[in-house]
């Protein structure tokens, strides 16, 4: 593959599960709005902060103004999440981020996959779809996911598992990485830091976060019913059956890469990125047997999403054409 397309088919993959993961995240933020009895601040204000977005919400949404009501505004935050053009991370950039991408690899795509991007791209730009944001939020975000996850199974389903496949999902797989991670250590530093709150109430919330990255059941299944902040923690980070966990994500990754520059390669390019994602693996499962609260969380989280920061920019040093 020459490196523009395997650029293309790597954000392709990208962007889809950005897509996913904002309409998850949203639909899962309006229903804890409504039931977990938090200030509107703790439960809005989480989703900038997990998008990499905190600073261009507060220059140009608040005005600078850290106490400006639009952190706790619900509709200002979703209007910046879903519709903001300038937001480089909203649902309307990462579709249509996902159908340019697609576009300059129609060739390599297949038919099925192309329709259901072009028609996610066609209805985010309908009138009958701003009819529906407006008046029933949740059939909107559900519509935006069921189509991005009908992409991604579409891709398995309908494609060669060859090179474009892989560059795919590898991209699938380190945004997903990134995506649990932020979310987790958001979440987790402001849920254990809250006025201590009823057990029933406790459980709500981390039952909230499991749910915005669909591991609620998954995880109750692990866990025989027990709820704990510690216990959300090692499944998220540690479960290597869960699909959204980073130690999952990570080895699946590594894999990919295996598949595109075999490891016994050594005069290939793409050698840095496989050594970096094999130390990552091997650091996570090292974490296996320690615990898992507090300061710890924070660090090895931040230490998973920075160094998937810079895998990401040797992949596009190595293989991907990026300069």
């Not at 090179?163 to 380190?174: A, K, N, Q, R, S």
């Not at 019913?225 to 059956?241: I, K, M, N, P, W």
């Not at 596009?316 to 300069?323: S, V």
Request: hydrophobic share 45%; charged share 25%; aromatic share 8%.
């Amino acid at each position: 593959m020459i490196s523009r397309v395997a650029d293309h088919c790597f954000w392709f993959g990208r962007y889809v599960e950005r897509a996913e993961s904002t309409a998850r995240m949203l639909a899962a933020s309006v229903s804890l709005a409504l039931d977990a009895e938090l200030p509107a601040a703790q439960v809005w204000r989480p989703v900038i902060v997990v998008s990499g977005e905190e600073d261009e919400f507060r220059e140009r949404i608040t005005a600078g103004d850290d106490n400006h009501g639009a952190w706790g505004d619900g509709e200002i935050v979703q209007r910046f999440m879903v519709w903001d053009e300038i937001n480089g991370v909203s649902l309307a950039r990462s579709v249509s981020g996902m159908r340019l991408n697609a576009r300059s690899i129609r060739e390599i795509l297949s038919l099925e996959a192309w329709e259901a991007v072009n028609e996610l791209h066609l209805w985010m730009r309908s009138d009958t779809t701003l009819a529906i944001y407006a008046q029933h939020r949740e059939a909107f975000y559900q519509h935006v996911r069921r189509s991005t996850q009908l992409t991604l199974g579409l891709l398995r389903s309908t494609m060669l598992h060859d090179e474009p496949l892989d560059f795919m999902w590898l991209g699938v797989l380190l945004e997903r990485v990134s995506q649990t991670a932020r979310m987790l250590d958001v979440h987790h530093h402001a849920f254990t830091n809250l006025p201590r709150r009823h057990e029933v109430v406790e459980t709500a919330l981390w039952l909230s976060m499991l749910r915005a990255l669909s591991g609620s059941e998954a995880f109750l299944k692990r866990a025989a019913g027990r709820v704990s902040s510690e216990g959300v923690a090692r499944f998220l980070v540690s479960e290597t059956a869960f699909p959204r966990s980073i130690a999952y994500c990570v080895r699946s990754a590594y894999g990919r890469l295996c598949d595109i520059r075999p490891p016994d390669h050594h005069t290939l390019p793409g050698g840095v990125s496989l050594e970096r994602l094999r130390v990552l693996d091997n650091w996570i499962s090292a974490r296996e047997d320690e615990p898992l609260s507090g300061a710890a969380v924070h660090d090895v989280l931040t230490h998973v999403v920075d160094e998937v920061h810079e895998i990401c920019g040797t992949l596009g040093r190595e293989l991907l054409g990026a300069d």
